[in-house]
């Protein structure tokens, strides 16, 4: 029985060396209420808790070896919730999936090539790739009536001028919460296998699905093009980002021999004694927490969604198909992020990530975690509006 399922409680992270909660000045220069780094505001799984004090009780946390038995949770909780066959001799372990894109890039691009990120997106994707000397290509998604889709065309056309290599595809998508169809990514395995182009899918929010979409992995593709590369870990699914424990997966064997020869090169640790047993911990135990915040996360977007439609209509929010991150659309009363950054921060008091880090495309939007309790959420959008109000619109 899981313990750890209120998520109403208000749990004080200040102090505690938390980057969301305890780097609000550094980041916003002043103590805002902050619901903008992706974790949660939650306790983690009970069992994932339990298991990490077995291993520091036991008191031995030397090298750590795991054979691929030890990987079956993680492939069983994939075969059930997500019908997707998953075989531990292809997984290979990093500490996160930034790292992940980065080796990537090393084993399998040379500098200057070219790489394709589909904007706005997760800012660490373009910061790693020119970190790597690799030219960045943006693909824009197009915003149809508050659904972001790809355009197939521009797509292509871009891959075929700028001669890409590989493609970096985020599904479930940050920030602007897409599932990818499995026709969406049915076509565009075509076109990377038509022109040669590995794809890196970043499914880290794989599990936090919503509103009844259903998650497709560029793995159920592997029998119709091996030159993909999927990552997973339970950071974002079950709250443990600071584990430091992503999988790394591909059906080709020449990609994983690149992968694991630059693990070796830089020397990564993939797992120890603490990061390898709480994620497997998660995956064998933690189905009942993540699907009650699930149910709670999805009462908190719908809350926000109502909030706006009620009594800011002219924000427009985004519903999310996953990730418990909310994009949120103040174009029509801020064009631009510098006037609706300065609003959020020094009105309003709240910490959201700026539209603009995820590019040009996110002018005037804003991203906001709602993975927090109600009241959290609540005093949030309250000082939104309150903020809002006081400048007599």
């Not at 305890?22 to 992706?38: I, M, S, T």
């Not at 998604?141 to 493609?167: A, H, P, R, T, W």
């Not at 950071?235 to 994983?256: A, C, D, G, Q, T």
């Not at 009462?299 to 209509?313: G, H, L, Q, R, S």
Request: net charge neutral; aromatic share 12%.
């Amino acid at each position: 029985m899981e313990k750890n399922k209120d998520f109403n409680e208000v749990i004080n992270r200040m102090g505690t060396n938390c980057s969301k909660w305890d780097r609000r000045k550094e980041v916003f220069g002043q103590d805002v209420l902050p619901l903008w780094v992706a974790d949660m505001d939650f306790k983690a799984p009970s069992m994932v808790i339990e298991t990490l004090k077995e291993k520091i009780e036991h008191g031995v946390l030397g090298y750590t070896y795991i054979g691929e038995n030890d990987y079956l949770p993680f492939v069983d909780f994939m075969k059930k919730r997500h019908h997707l066959d998953i075989f531990p001799s292809e997984i290979l372990n990093t500490t996160g999936v930034v790292p992940a894109i980065a080796l990537s890039l090393l084993s399998n691009t040379n500098e200057g090539d070219a790489v394709m990120i589909q904007t706005p997106v997760y800012h660490p994707f373009a910061q790693v790739i020119k970190a790597n000397n690799r030219k960045l290509i943006n693909n824009s998604l197009v915003n149809k009536g508050g659904v972001y889709c790809i355009d197939f065309i521009s797509f292509e056309k871009q891959i075929i001028e700028n001669d890409v290599k590989m493609v970096v595809l985020s599904n479930p998508h940050n920030p602007v919460g897409r599932v990818w169809m499995w026709e969406e990514l049915g076509l565009l395995v075509d076109i990377c296998k038509k022109h040669n182009v590995i794809i890196f899918s970043d499914e880290i929010h794989s599990d936090v699905i919503f509103y009844g979409n259903h998650f497709t992995s560029i793995l159920h593709f592997r029998d119709r093009y091996d030159n993909i590369i999927a990552a997973f870990s339970p950071s974002k699914s079950f709250n443990v980002p600071s584990l430091y424990f992503s999988m790394i997966i591909s059906p080709k064997e020449s990609l994983r021999k690149g992968l694991s020869s630059w693990i070796n090169r830089i020397s990564m640790p993939g797992v120890n004694a603490l990061n390898f047993p709480g994620a497997m911990a998660a995956y064998k135990y933690g189905e009942e927490w993540l699907d009650s915040m699930l149910n709670y996360v999805t009462d908190n977007m719908t809350y926000v969604i109502n909030f706006f439609k009620e009594k800011m209509p002219n924000v427009k929010v985004v519903r999310p198909q996953g990730t418990y991150l909310m994009w949120l659309d103040f174009t029509r009363i801020f064009p631009l992020s510098k006037d609706l950054d300065n609003f959020l921060i020094n009105e309003a008091k709240v910490g959201f990530n700026s539209g603009v880090s995820f590019g040009s495309e996110g002018e005037g939007f804003a991203r906001i975690n709602v993975a927090c309790s109600r009241k959290t959420l609540e005093e949030a959008l309250n000082r939104i509006l309150v903020a809002f109000e006081k400048r007599g619109n």
